[in-house]
Every structure is written in C-alpha cells, then in structure tokens.
C-alpha cells in the first residue's frame, strides 16, 4: 500500500531564509509525486508534480523539489521565503492502478511558520 | 472559469443524523474525488467517481456513499453519524481519472454534536 510520511509538523523560519520540508513515501514501482499548500480557510493548491523525467522538479511560487529514488524521498525546497508562504504543506502520491484509475494520498502536512 | 464548487461551506448535524454535501467539478472535468480532512491531519481519500460509477473507495464504512450525475457534479453521503465523522469534506476533480493534479474545492465544514 502506498504511503508517505512528512516528519516535521511544525517549522518556523526567518523571511529571507531558505526552506526545505521533508517527504519520504513508500510505493513499489515508481510513483507520481506532489506538493499540494493549503491556506486557512482554503482548498489544496498544487505547488509541483513529479511521473517521470528530471528529477529536480519547478513549482510555482519559486518552490522546486528533488525526486531521490535511493532515498525514497522528495523534498520540497525554496531559496528565500516570503511571509506569503505561511501555510500547511502536504506531500502526496499518486500511483495509476492496472485499471488506469488514480488514488491520492496525502502524508500529515508541515505547518510552515514565517517569522519577521 | 469555474473552478470546483462546494456547498454547504458550514454546517452543523446531531449524531445519528444524515448529511448531503455537494460538489460540481472544474469545466471539463469529468473525474470527482472526496476527501476528508480531519482537523491537524491531512486529507483521507474516500471514493472516486467517473462515468456515475464509484471507481475506488478508501478505508471508509459504509455509512459514507455517493453519487455522480450525467453533468458530472457529485454528491458524498453520511448516515448515522458519528462525532468522529467532524471534519472538513474537500471534493476534488481531474481532467480524467488518471490524469494526475487535482484541483479542489473550498470544502465544507462538518461539525456533529
């Protein structure tokens, strides 16, 4: 069964400073990847989306995540952050089935905490 | 263009009763999928809808069912309910079932007493 595991719950970091937020999933074949932000109060907006290809991946926003096989991981990262980006972050996978049908999983989220 | 809608936005039931949340897809979309959202955790896949016919379904009871209408609007189902079924419902739709990004609702906001 597929899963992921986002370590972190809490991360508070200095505007300006980089960012990166962990993701480690479990799938057996190779899976299709995401980053899905959710403001208070709103829906998930998907920042990136990793099936195959170059494994360093742009978003929006300025974000970018790299697909580790090896590690089973696919961390997000952001050079400078911006208090816009105050927000709870979600990884996901999103294996194809035989019968061509997709399920979305999400991992717990990261709150990311802006500080001035 | 209208991306996916939800309704109600907030609402508040008893225990033991019944609740219809509803759902119309991003224009072109054809794919809806539920979730939900318990607060501080992330989204929990329910069921998937395509072609008005549930294509896969989640570690959900029975108690949650669905439906998807010829203009591919949707709606989730509660019976019973339980304090435990408290959460934001989030509806999401896709180009088709495998399409890959979701594109989601707003939600709605479930509060049982």
């Known amino acids: 069964a597929q899963s992921v595991t986002q370590p972190d719950i809490h991360i508070t970091v200095s505007e300006g400073a980089s960012l990166e937020l962990r993701c480690n999933y479990s799938y057996g074949a190779t899976p299709y990847l995401f980053w899905y932000v959710q403001s208070p109060g709103q829906g998930l907006q998907l920042l990136l989306k990793y099936f195959s290809g170059d494994t360093l991946v742009q978003g929006i926003k300025g974000f970018e995540a790299e697909f580790k096989r090896s590690q089973s991981s696919f961390n997000l990262r952001k050079p400078s952050v911006h208090w816009s980006d105050a927000a709870e972050y979600f990884c996901?996978?999103?294996?194809?089935?035989?019968?061509?049908?997709?399920?979305?999983?999400f991992g717990t989220g990261t709150k990311l905490q802006v500080i001035p | 263009d209208a991306g996916v809608t939800q309704s109600p936005t907030h609402l508040i039931k008893t225990r033991g009763q019944q609740v219809t949340l509803r759902c119309s897809p991003k224009s072109g979309h054809d794919t809806v999928s539920w979730y939900q959202q318990a607060l501080g955790q992330g989204p929990q896949f329910i069921f998937q809808y395509y072609e008005e016919e549930e294509r896969q379904r989640g570690n959900f009871p029975d108690r949650f069912s669905g439906h998807q209408f010829p203009n591919y609007s949707s709606e989730l189902n509660v019976n019973a309910l339980l304090l435990g079924d408290s959460a934001l419902y989030l509806c999401a739709s896709s180009l088709k079932p495998s399409a890959g990004e979701l594109f989601f609702g707003e939600g709605s906001r479930l509060t049982v007493l």
């Open positions: 996901a996978v999103g294996p194809i089935n035989s019968g061509g049908y997709q399920k979305v999983t």
